[in-house]
């Protein structure tokens, strides 16, 4: 069973930059994808983006990308997600979770998230 520890959220200022962190124990290497899910006040949890087991192929959320970048290093692996030019809208609980199941069809790419979470970390936008 993958256990998470999310961890970096804060305080900071629309257009600025905030590195988070997940790490990981009892993650096989290149087994599971791991993904980034938020979740803002009175909402759903949301995808935010996900990295293969090996570390080669990503996705991204419509509304991140080109701001985001999610990355993973060491052998347990720490997975990391660095967010740059942050809005308001993205105000959220960030989580991480391992993929139960994918699927990538017709340009659609659907992550399944494992039912367990961790604690997550909050990250604020605000002037």
């Known amino acids: 069973q993958v256990q998470v520890e999310e961890s970096g959220g804060g305080l900071v200022q629309p257009g600025g930059s905030l590195s988070l962190s997940c790490a990981t124990s009892?993650?096989?290497?290149?087994?599971?994808?791991m993904g980034w899910f938020r979740q803002a006040p009175g909402k759903e949890r949301e995808f935010v983006a996900s990295i293969s087991g090996s570390g080669t192929v990503t996705h991204y959320s419509n509304s991140v990308k080109g701001r985001f970048a999610i990355s993973m290093s060491g052998a347990k692996p720490t997975i990391y997600l660095q967010m740059n030019n942050l809005k308001p809208d993205d105000t959220a609980v960030y989580y991480c979770?391992?993929?139960?199941?994918?699927?990538?069809?017709?340009?659609?790419?659907?992550?399944?998230?494992?039912?367990?979470w961790g604690q997550g970390t909050q990250v604020t936008v605000s002037s």
């Open positions: 979770n391992a993929a139960a199941a994918e699927s990538s069809f017709g340009g659609d790419y659907r992550f399944s998230p494992f039912d367990s």
């Open positions: 009892g993650l096989t290497p290149n087994t599971y994808s």
